[in-house]
Nanobody
């Protein structure tokens, strides 16, 4: 079972940038995708973006695609979420997760939902002040 640990959250001002990290306990195989989500109290977990471990392809939700990006460091088994021009409405707990079957669908977009992800981290809180 893969263990995921998010880090990098904190309090920032609106307009700032922040990089979140997601460290996996073991190498992620090429059939998997790593995804980023966020959640606020009383709301459903929101898909933000994902990266296919096989070729590094990425997919983002329309709501963040102009401000967020994802990169990875294979040697560290770590995926990063780069967030720019943060807004108070970006305040949330941010989670990373692994979709073991992403390769078989052929499309990150089709699996852009929490139900497709098997392993989850515990989250890191990002607070954006106005």
């Amino acid at each position: 079972q893969v263990e995921l640990v998010e880090s990098g959250g904190g309090l920032v001002q609106a307009g700032a940038s922040l990089r979140l990290s997601c460290a996996a306990s073991e190498p992620t195989d090429s059939t998997s995708a790593m995804g980023w989500f966020r959640q606020t109290a009383g709301k459903e977990r929101e898909f933000l973006g994902s990266i296919y471990w096989g070729d590094g392809a990425t997919y983002f939700a329309d709501s963040v695609k102009d401000r967020f990006s994802i990169s990875r460091d294979d040697a560290k088994n770590t995926v990063y979420l780069h967030m720019n021009t943060l807004r108070p409405e970006d305040t949330a707990v941010y989670f990373c997760a692994v979709d073991r079957l992403a390769y078989y669908s052929g499309s990150l977009q089709l699996r852009a939902a929490p139900r497709f992800y098997t392993y989850w981290g515990r989250g890191t809180l990002v607070t954006v002040s106005s």
